[in-house]
């Protein structure tokens, strides 16, 4: 398969570039310096030009408390660059895998958050990502797949657990919230699910997200007894740090699509393929 993927330098994309070659497909990864989502004639251009077969748009604005302060700037790279790629893949006779968020739900359920979940952000990133499905469904309709996924980490940008790995190494002692519940997933895990996703062409949205769940606060005692870290985690409430955005106190993300949606793996063992690359990651 011809696979074109944008945003191929963010912390996913590279993995996903990884997975996509590792699989034997062709590759044309284009990170935002060479390709910027927002100019729609550039996408155009770019893409009548490269031919894919699949389109992965790995390409977002993610500062999740940033989006509050600029939901505009927000808004024209996640939800009008999200058209601008589908609209063009749709042109050129490819099919669109977009990438979208756990923040499209308020987190007001109590039992995992399905495909046809009523959705209802409650950030600025969240009802811009909305606004990125939407588009994506008006401008390639029946060619696209929308990949719901939570809580990403990986080794190619900055993420919790080395946030976490971090601060342990150099406190005593850290609060971590353990009031918002979700499914931490390994961009290595979601990279090939994408692969295999975009191999498939299925029509429609996708939940695929970590297996098991946690709170943040257990995320962060998992990573900071396996690095042997002498730091206490402590459990506090979202109360206790507030943040700009709010986010959701539940997220857990599972699929009623069956085997339409690829499983992966539980997130302590993406925790583990994570843990085994860090001294790589600390080393850049
Ligand atoms: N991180 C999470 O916890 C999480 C959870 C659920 C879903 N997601 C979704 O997963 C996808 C990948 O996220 P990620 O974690 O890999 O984030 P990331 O590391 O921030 O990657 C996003 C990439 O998009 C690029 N980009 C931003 N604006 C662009 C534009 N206008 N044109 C082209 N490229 C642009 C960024 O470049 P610069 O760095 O140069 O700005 C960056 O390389 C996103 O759709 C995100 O919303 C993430």
């Known amino acids: 398969m011809r696979l074109l993927i944008t945003g191929s330098a963010g912390m996913l ?18 990170p935002r ?38 939901e505009a700037g927000a808004l024209v790279a996640n939800g ?49 990502k909305l606004a990125g499905e939407r588009a994506v469904a008006e401008a390639a309709p029946g060619r696209h797949t929308i990949v719901r996924s939570s809580w990403l980490f990986g080794t190619g940008g900055p993420c919790f657990p080395a946030t976490i790995l971090r601060l342990a190494g150099e406190r005593d002692e850290l609060n971590v919230v353990n009031d918002q519940v979700g499914c931490p997933t390994f961009t290595g895990h979601l990279a090939s699910a994408l692969v295999e996703i975009g191999a498939r062409r299925t029509s429609g949205i996708l939940h695929v997200a970590g297996g098991g769940t946690c709170s943040w606060f257990e995320f962060a005692r998992e990573i900071v007894s396996r690095a042997g870290l002498a730091c206490e985690v402590k459990p506090c409430t979202t109360a206790e740090m507030p943040r700009p955005a709010t986010r959701p106190a539940y997220s857990v993300l599972r699929s009623e699509r069956g085997d339409e949606a690829p499983r992966l793996s539980e997130w302590t063992q993406g925790l583990s393929a994570f843990m085994a690359a860090v001294p790589a990651v600390s080393a850049r």
Do not use: M
């Open 33 to 70: 310096a060479e390709l910027d989502i927002v100019d729609a004639s550039a996408v155009a251009q770019a893409l009548s030009a490269a031919h894919p077969e699949v389109v992965v748009n790995c390409a977002a604005w993610t500062n999740v408390d940033g989006a509050e302060s600029d």
């Open 13 to 30: 994309g590279q993995d996903l570039v990884a997975a996509a070659r590792a699989a034997g497909h062709e590759v044309l990864a284009f």
């Open 80 to 128: 009008a660059g999200a058209g601008n790629v589908a609209r063009a893949a749709a042109a050129t006779g490819a099919w669109t895998v977009h990438v979208s968020s756990d923040y499209v739900f308020d987190g007001s359920k109590r039992d995992p958050y399905v495909e046809s979940d009523p959705v209802n952000p409650l950030s600025a990133y969240g009802r811009t």
